[in-house]
Every structure is written in C-alpha cells, then in structure tokens.
Nanobody, 123 residues
C-alpha cells in the first residue's frame, strides 16, 4: 500500500511563496503521473498541476499558470509544488495524488491520494 504525505502548507501573505512537498511511502511506487489538487471552503476540489513519467511533461490549471511550478525528485520519490505570487483565492487544502496507470485531471481516478495540507493566503 502506498501512502502519500503532503507537507509545507502554512499561512503566508499575498504575494508570498510556499513550497509544498508530497512524499510516497513506498520506494517501489512507480507512478505514471502525480498531481496536485486543491479544495477551498465551499467549493469543489479542483485540479492544480500534474507531472508525468517518464518524460516529465507538466500541466497546470489556467489559474496558477506562470505562478506555480511542479517538479519531481525521482531519487527521493517526491513531487514538489512551488507556489509564487500567492493570492487570497489560492487559499485551500492542497492534496497530492498519484497513479501507476492514470494520467489525467480527475481526482477520483487517482489510486493513491494524500490527506492534504492547508494553505492560507492573507490579503
């Protein structure tokens, strides 16, 4: 069983930066994609970003393009999300997801999903 654990959330002022990290518990985990999602209070969970294996291609939601960067460390089996120029509307619980077969933007179709980390951006 693979567990995904997010870290790096917190409180930051608008315009600031945070770096989220997602670690997979099993070194044998070989995903074809890992993604970040977020859910703001009263809203549905939404796709934020994805990175694929083996080529490393990435995808971003339009709302974060140019501000967020997803990256991976194959040796550590981690995926990071660098978030710059944060805005109050980025406030949400951020979740990591990964799958050995699925590459896409649907939370429900990822086999492994984390518990989330809170990001709060003050104005």
């Amino acid at each position: 069983q693979v567990q995904l654990v997010e870290s790096g959330g917190g409180l930051v002022q608008a315009g600031g930066s945070l770096r989220l990290s997602c670690a997979a518990s099993a070194r044998t985990f070989r995903p074809v994609a890992m993604a970040w999602f977020r859910q703001a209070p009263g809203k549905e969970r939404e796709f934020v970003s994805r990175i694929n294996w083996p080529g490393g291609s990435t995808a971003y939601a339009q709302s974060v393009k140019g501000r967020f960067t997803i990256s991976r460390d194959n040796a550590k089996n981690t995926v990071d999300l660098q978030m710059n120029n944060l805005k109050p509307e980025d406030t949400a619980v951020y979740y990591c997801a990964g799958d050995p077969n699925y590459r896409g933007s649907s939370w429900a179709l990822y086999q492994y999903r984390g518990q989330g980390t809170q990001v709060t951006v003050s104005s």
